[in-house]
């Protein structure tokens, strides 16, 4: 057939010739989504239109085809002016078969088809074995194009974009210009599992090649800057990143600081700029809130070495009990912020750093995933004793500046390991442990030593929830500056500098030199507790409970006694929860404690 006879071939070539010199100023011309990245047209014998009035202009001669599209020819010239920014997506298999998609934001735009923006309704893909390549807009039913415009007031966008390699197949590289992708927001080219295969900062490269013929389809998500804040502390703090800032140097971020920032790796080294996902020691002259501005970290994983690392969450806080690693079973401490003193925490919270030891280079992740190793935290001193808590014996430390620190004591011999703390803080920061680096040790009769770093002398040492036991504290220089016994409830001061000091326990076989009613123990308890009290001399000892109105509850000890030390039973099995006294009557010699029962 011919058409005003002329062939249908030079009829074609010379209509495409003519769109496309005419294509700046009245059409956008899309290619063909058949063969090799688009082929030609071929046997035009007819023109249709498209399901939306477009012109269809050549279509093939191969029924199998359906007589579908050669060329679409789109009216309208696109108002670049609407337009805020666009990137050219390049996609190409392992042949010749390659396509472009563009996406971005515009003013006009809608998540329709917008075809002031030439974007263009494509017909159905063709058989496998043709190159193919299309964005499904958000539409209900979706439509397809190679363009697809979002409208610049959103601030999170997901595109998805499908394709279907020619017959040369996988890999599937794609490529871009990052220069191009608006500046204020992040982008990342995903798997539709949310990145679990394909995790890609397109901010941070230009290309990527996809080997798994599994995957067909990929999505871009874009999300806006976000702001989070981070609560400072007077003097030094733990602090981390928690958004990709556009300046990631200290000085941007931490203005006010009054120290440099140290990172650890087998000791402090001071960095200039900070990382994501990394702790950092910094120190600032008041209590204040910094608010960090940047993209969101989309690969919210933590690398680490073995041994101790100090390491920082992202924009939102994250629980322990979601915390795994890989390889599974890495984990070998707590989690510790510093607050005052190390501090064992369930939570990490936004902006802070904070320390844990794994036991080989590996990955931690912020959240469950299922597939990976898993180690949760929660699970990792099992083998331990009891955290310390208010009623587990131990030293307070306070030194001049008032900072105060604790060591614990496990009296009974039945502790066996765990609370390990990290590594000593940088130079400055008041610190006091074992010599083993643990907080809690067993009292043993060879004694124990109590390291004191950075201190601020004199320092007081105040004894608590001893009970009946005595501390001998002794220097190691023979007792010139310290050699004292410490009892329940009872203070020393230590009046020069010392690094170090030994506690042994203190022999038990002299009688007291004066009277004394200790704090029961345990306290608050169910049902009982123990109640100690020292007599310096023979004495008629009367012990009685009272509630909180004054009411007489039970008389525990109404004798005579000894001197010595002497223990009594509490069983507060028949009390009410709430709070009590008890009394102690030897002699002229009285006091008062409170006790607290909990049913």
């Known amino acids: 057939m011919k058409i005003n006879g002329?062939?249908?071939?030079?009829?074609?070539?010379t209509l495409c010739l003519f769109m496309q010199t005419q294509a700046n100023a009245q059409y956008q011309i899309a290619r063909s989504a058949f063969g090799a990245g688009g082929g030609a047209p071929g046997n035009a014998d007819c023109t249709i239109n498209n399901t939306r009035g477009q012109t269809l202009i050549g279509v093939t001669g191969n029924e199998s085809f359906n007589n579908q599209l050669g060329?679409?020819?789109?009216?309208?010239?696109?108002?670049?002016?609407?337009?805020?920014?666009?990137?050219?997506?390049?996609?190409?298999?392992?042949?010749?078969?390659?396509?472009?998609?563009?996406?971005?934001?515009?003013?006009?735009?809608?998540?329709?088809?917008?075809?002031?923006?030439?974007?263009?309704?494509?017909?159905?893909?063709?058989?496998t074995g043709n190159f193919d390549v299309r964005f499904e807009l958000p539409t209900d039913p979706p439509l397809y194009s190679l363009k697809d415009f979002r409208n610049d007031v959103e601030e999170m966008i997901t595109w998805r974009f499908e394709f279907q390699p020619s017959a040369a197949g996988y890999p599937v590289v794609l490529s871009w210009d990052s220069d191009e992708l608006?500046?204020?927001?992040?982008?990342?080219?995903?798997?539709?599992?949310?990145?679990?295969?394909?995790?890609?900062?397109?901010?941070?490269?230009?290309?990527?090649?996809?080997?798994?013929?599994?995957?067909?389809?990929?999505?871009?998500?874009?999300?806006?800057?976000?702001?989070?804040?981070?609560?400072?502390?007077?003097?030094?703090?733990?602090?981390?990143?928690?958004?990709?800032?556009?300046?990631?140097?200290?000085?941007?971020?931490?203005?006010?600081?009054?120290?440099?920032?140290?990172?650890?790796?087998?000791?402090?080294?001071?960095?200039?700029?900070?990382?994501?996902?990394?702790?950092?020691?910094?120190?600032?002259?008041?209590?204040?809130?910094v608010i960090i501005n940047g993209q969101q970290v989309e690969n919210q994983q933590i690398p680490v070495k073995a041994g101790w690392n100090i390491i920082g969450p992202f924009d939102s806080n994250v629980p322990i009990a979601q915390i795994s690693s890989d390889p599974s079973g890495i984990i070998q401490s707590d989690f510790y912020e510093f607050d005052n003193g190390y501090q064992s925490v369930a939570m990490l919270k936004t902006g802070k750093g904070y320390w844990i030891k794994v036991s080989q280079a590996g990955v931690l992740h912020l959240a469950p995933s299922d597939g990976l190793g898993k180690m949760i935290a929660s699970t990792v001193r099992d083998h331990s004793s009891p955290a310390p808590t208010s009623t587990i014996p131990r030293l307070l430390f306070e030194d001049g500046r008032g900072e105060t620190r604790s060591v614990y004591l496990d009296c009974?011999?039945?502790?066996?390991?765990?609370?390990?703390?990290?590594?000593?803080?940088?130079?400055?920061?008041?610190?006091?442990?074992?010599?083993?680096?643990?907080?809690?040790?067993?009292?043993?009769?060879n004694g124990l030593q109590v390291l004191i770093s950075s201190a601020q002398f004199p320092v007081?040492?105040?004894?608590?929830?001893?009970?009946?036991?005595?501390?001998?504290?002794?220097?190691?220089?023979?007792?010139?500056?310290?050699?004292?016994?410490?009892?329940?409830?009872?203070?020393?001061?230590?009046?020069?500098?010392?690094?170090?000091?030994?506690?042994?326990?203190?022999?038990q076989s002299s009688l007291p030199t004066e009277y004394e009613l200790s704090q029961n123990y345990p306290n608050p308890f169910n049902p009982t507790t123990t109640i100690s009290f020292a007599l310096p001399r023979e004495q008629h000892v009367k012990i009685v409970v009272f509630n909180t109105l004054g009411k007489r509850v039970e008389t525990l000890v109404d004798k005579r006694f000894d001197a010595g030390y002497y223990k009594v039973e509490c069983n507060a099995r028949r009390y009410s929860s709430g709070v009590y006294f008890y009394t102690i009557e030897a002699g002229d010699f009285k006091s008062v404690k409170k006790m607290i029962v909990l049913q």
């Open 412 to 445: 009974n011999q039945d502790f066996d390991g765990g609370f390990e703390l990290p590594p000593l803080p940088p130079a400055g920061i008041f610190d006091v442990r074992f010599s083993s680096n643990r907080q809690l040790e067993t009292l043993k009769e």
């Open 71 to 127: 060329f679409w020819a789109v009216g309208g010239v696109v108002p670049t002016d609407s337009i805020t920014w666009q990137v050219h997506l390049n996609v190409a298999d392992a042949g010749q078969g390659s396509g472009q998609l563009t996406f971005g934001q515009a003013a006009t735009a809608t998540d329709s088809l917008d075809e002031a923006l030439a974007e263009s309704e494509l017909p159905p893909t063709p058989p």
């Open 182 to 289: 608006a500046a204020t927001k992040s982008f990342y080219l995903k798997d539709e599992l949310g990145g679990v295969i394909v995790l890609v900062d397109m901010k941070r490269q230009n290309e990527y090649v996809l080997t798994n013929s599994a995957i067909t389809s990929l999505i871009i998500e874009m999300t806006g800057e976000i702001s989070v804040p981070v609560d400072l502390l007077a003097g030094w703090n733990l602090v981390s990143v928690p958004v990709l800032a556009a300046d990631m140097s200290v000085e941007a971020l931490f203005p006010d600081a009054t120290s440099d920032a140290f990172r650890f790796d087998n000791g402090y080294v001071p960095a200039d700029a900070m990382l994501n996902g990394e702790g950092y020691w910094l120190k600032f002259a008041n209590a204040d809130t």
């Open 6 to 13: 002329v062939c249908p071939v030079v009829c074609i070539f």
């Open 460 to 507: 007081k040492v105040r004894a608590m929830n001893l009970a009946e036991y005595r501390l001998q504290l002794t220097d190691a220089i023979g007792g010139a500056v310290l050699d004292c016994t410490l009892a329940n409830e009872t203070e020393i001061a230590i009046p020069r500098a010392l690094a170090k000091i030994k506690i042994i326990p203190a022999a």
